[in-house]
């Protein structure tokens, strides 16, 4: 991972970005030493169409009546 000082990160940091996107590697920003931050590139944008395929599991039979009357059913 590269580590870059928080002046010079300043002085190239639309340089950084468009590196950072090109090579997808993460650049880790230091002050006194110390990294303080770190530019990541964004994960690739998921279509909304077919995200969820396979999420949903099917229970059964939702719709009909149990074979348990409800309190709220009596008259």
């Known amino acids: 991972m590269i580590s ?6 300043k ?3 639309l340089q950084l970005l468009d590196e ?9 920003v ?4 110390k990294p303080v931050a770190k ?6 944008a998921i279509g ?7 999420s949903v599991l099917h229970e059964g039979d939702i719709i009909s009546p149990l074979d348990v009357e409800w ?4 008259e």
């Open 4 to 9: 870059i000082g928080a002046g010079e990160f």
């Open 11 to 13: 002085a190239k940091c």
């Open 20 to 28: 950072v996107e090109a090579t997808r590697e993460p650049i880790v």
């Open 30 to 33: 230091t002050k006194f030493g």
């Open 39 to 44: 530019l990541v590139p964004m994960p690739p």
């Open 48 to 54: 909304l169409r077919g995200a969820l395929k396979g």
């Open 71 to 74: 309190e709220a059913n009596r």
